[in-house]
């Protein structure tokens, strides 16, 4: 079995852990302060990893240039902005279902973007990926009163701000970081997001952390089993394959957090919730399954 056919799994088993993350180690740290230090060690981490294997930096003053930048969208505004709102009070269901329009958003501005067009199965596919996402979240969002979303305008502005902006840094990747290495690039995509989150909080936050062992396993997980892993493997995907089909795995997340979250934090999934799970399985399956690409 070859890493092309498991990475789309593993990928979406190790990202729906950042959700679990978030709520374990909110007690311990504000999540722009969590952030910054995730992404500095993040940033260390690949920058010993780039030495040590003898990986080659980028070449070209824009080459560099182009790397931070794309950490700037993917990593910095992105998680910036979804942490801040699921810590000002946006629902995870809310936000779930927010970040569902990303393959949509991707999908419309791929073809004027990279030159990538969707097959009729693939439309389909992100079609019903959406469909399964709404049945699998809408009963909770219906469910919130008007005064409880009043409260949470801004943060739900900055959540879709967050989703723009990863839809942006997905298709900048693809078409400005297509060669080079990919530990070198992650490197400077992790120095990106930091000058992103660190001044955000030294302007909204206390700095203050709470030097736990659980605090300690979330950064620990954090830096290595999702700023490593999980992020080579998105960048893998994204190389290797079409960016709508590496965006449609999002589908697959808030499914695959609900059902972590059932285990972890005896959260009992809804009827809602495992039909729209199938849906959204049939959505991602038809919009990554192998088909002749429309020139």
Not at 164 to 182: C, M
């Amino acid at each position: 079995m070859t890493l092309y056919r498991i990475a789309p799994a593993l990928f979406v088993v190790l990202w729906s852990t950042g959700w679990i993350v978030a709520k374990y180690a909110s007690p311990y740290a504000d999540p722009l302060t969590f952030l910054s230090l995730r992404f500095t060690l993040a940033a260390v981490l690949f920058a010993v990893i780039t030495v040590v294997s003898r990986a080659v930096w980028p070449s070209t003053r824009s080459g560099w240039l182009h790397a931070v930048f794309s950490g700037v969208l993917l990593h910095g505004v992105y998680l910036a902005g979804v942490w801040w709102a699921i810590d000002q009070g946006v629902p995870s269901s809310v936000s779930g279902l927010i970040a569902a329009l990303q393959p949509l958003m991707t999908a419309l501005a791929a073809p004027y973007i990279v030159g990538e067009r969707l097959t009729g199965p693939q439309k389909l596919g992100v079609f019903l990926g959406f469909v399964g996402l709404a049945v699998a979240i809408l009963p909770r969002l219906l469910a919130l009163d008007a005064a409880t979303l009043q409260i949470a305008l801004v943060p739900l502005l900055v959540n879709v701000i967050s989703m723009i902006s990863v839809t942006a840094g997905t298709l900048y990747q693809k078409r400005h970081l297509q060669e080079g290495d990919l530990r070198a690039i992650a490197t400077l995509q992790y120095v990106g997001g930091f000058l992103v989150v660190m001044p955000l909080a030294l302007l909204c936050e206390p700095l203050q952390i709470d030097w736990t062992l659980e605090f300690v396993l979330a950064m620990g997980w954090s830096v290595f089993g999702l700023s490593l892993v999980s992020i080579m493997l998105l960048l893998y995907l994204i190389r290797r394959g079409q960016v709508s089909r590496a965006a449609s795995l999002t589908y697959l997340v808030p499914p695959a957090v609900a059902v972590e979250s059932w285990f972890l934090f005896s959260e009992e999934p809804t009827l809602p919730m495992i039909a729209g799970t199938v849906i959204v399985v049939i959505g991602v399956w038809l919009t990554n399954r192998k088909t002749r690409l429309v020139a």
